[in-house]
C-alpha cells in the first residue's frame, strides 16, 4: 500500500471577498523509504501542498480532493485527530528553524515536551530519547546541546535540531520545506546527506519541498515540477534531469549554476518573465506567457498533465506533439 496519496486536490483561499486557487488537481504519490522531490518557484504551490498534508491551511481556506495516510483520508478527521496525527505520524521541518524553534526555551525542552505529549512517557525517558535523536542527527556533545537555546546554535545545527524534534516519534512521513534555505554549500550537504541517510535507515517517506532542483539532483527518487498551483511535470529524478519535456523544467535547469565542460559546456540562461501571483494567473496554460515555445493553443486551453512516456507525466501541448530539450545536471 502506497504510504502517503494525494488525489485530485484542490485548494483555494478567500481573497478580497472571493475565493482564488491555489492548488488545482494536485496528484501524488509517496512510498516508504522514498524521497520524492516538489520543485518551483516560490508562489507554485509547494509549501501549500505539505501544509495541506498536515491541515494547517490559512483560515477560510477551501478544500476538495484526498489525502490518504495508508488508506486514511486525512481531510475526514476532526481538529482533535488531526492534533494526533501531526508529530506522530507526519511530521514537518518548517523552512526556517530560527523561527520554527521556540526562542525562549532550551533546546531539550523543546525535544522532551514532543515526546512527552506523543508518546506519554516520563521526562527521563525523554531526555534519554532526545540525546539519541540529537546523535541520530550527528549533532556532536548532545547534552550540551540540549541545555543550548536556539541562538547559540549555526544554521545548520538549527535545522539538524528542528529534523531531530521531526523524528522524535518516528513519524512515517516526513516533509521538510526548503531544508537547505541559507546554508553554505558545506553545510547543505550534510543536510542532504542526513534525509537520505534517514530514509534508508528507518523507512521514512520523505516530501522535500525546494525552489531549487540541484538540491534534489543527488537524493529525489521521484521529482514533481510546481508551476501556478498544478504539477506540469512528474517523473522518476533521474528523467527529469536527463530528459526534461516541459518547457518549464527546461527553463530551471537552463538556469542553475554548473561547471562548464571542455568546450564551454551549456550556457547558464536566466528564465525570463515573473510566475503569476495568486489571482494572476492567464487564460490557458499559466506558462505560456514565459514560454519560448508557446503555440495558440496555449493561450487558451489548459493542458491536462498526460504520460508522453514511460512514467513520464506532463502537462504541455507542445510537449505532446514532440518536443523535447535533453540536458544533464553533473
Not at 471577498?17 to 491555489?22: D, E, F, Q, T
Amino acid at each position: 500500500m502506497t504510504l502517503l496519496r494525494i488525489d485530485h486536490l484542490n485548494v483555494s483561499l478567500p481573497v478580497a471577498g472571493r475565493y482564488l486557487p491555489v492548488l488545482v488537481d494536485v496528484n501524488l504519490a509517496l512510498e516508504a523509504g522514498q524521497i520524492l522531490g516538489v520543485a518551483g518557484e516560490s508562489g507554485s504551490g509547494k509549501t501549500m501542498t505539505g501544509l495541506s498534508v498536515l491541515q494547517l491551511l490559512p483560515p477560510g481556506a477551501r478544500r476538495e480532493g484526498a489525502i490518504t495516510l495508508e488508506g486514511r483520508n486525512l481531510l475526514e478527521l476532526s481538529p482533535r485527530q488531526m492534533r494526533e496525527v501531526r508529530g506522530r505520524d507526519v511530521a514537518m521541518v518548517f523552512q526556517d528553524p530560527m523561527s520554527s524553534l521556540h526562542p525562549m526555551l532550551q533546546i531539550g525542552r523543546q525535544l522532551t515536551d514532543h515526546l512527552i505529549k506523543h508518546r506519554k512517557v516520563s521526562r527521563a525517558v525523554a531526555r534519554a530519547r532526545a540525546v539519541e535523536l540529537l546523535e541520530q542527527v550527528r549533532l556532536p556533545s548532545p547534552e550540551r546541546t540540549l541545555k543550548a537555546y536556539p541562538h547559540q546554535l549555526s544554521g545548520g545545527m538549527r535545522q539538524r535540531v528542528a529534523i531531530a524534534i521531526a523524528l522524535a516519534c518516528e513519524p512515517k512521513v516526513l516533509i521538510a520545506d526548503e531544508p537547505t534555505t541559507a546554508l553554505d554549500v558545506t553545510v547543505q550537504a550534510g543536510i542532504l546527506a542526513l534525509l537520505d541517510t534517514l530514509r534508508r535507515e528507518t523507512g521514512v517517506g520523505i516530501l522535500v519541498i525546494t525552489h531549487d532542483l540541484g538540491v534534489l539532483s543527488s537524493i529525489a527518487d521521484d521529482l514533481a515540477v510546481f508551476y501556478a498551483g498544478r504539477v506540469i511535470e512528474h517523473a522518476s529524478a533521474s528523467d527529469v534531469f536527463r530528459r526534461p519535456t516541459h518547457p518549464y523544467t527546461s527553463a530551471l535547469l537552463a538556469a542553475l549554476p554548473h561547471v562548464a565542460g571542455a568546450d564551454g559546456g551549456l550556457a547558464l540562461r536566466p528564465m525570463r518573465g515573473s510566475p503569476p501571483g495568486i489571482g494572476e494567473w492567464p487564460t490557458g496554460c499559466a506558462f505560456a506567457p514565459r514560454c519560448e515555445h508557446a503555440v495558440d493553443e496555449c493561450q487558451t486551453g489548459v493542458p491536462g498533465l498526460d504520460e508522453v512516456a514511460a512514467g513520464h507525466d506532463v502537462a504541455c501541448f507542445v510537449a505532446a506533439s514532440g518536443y523535447s530539450a535533453e540536458r544533464v545536471v553533473s
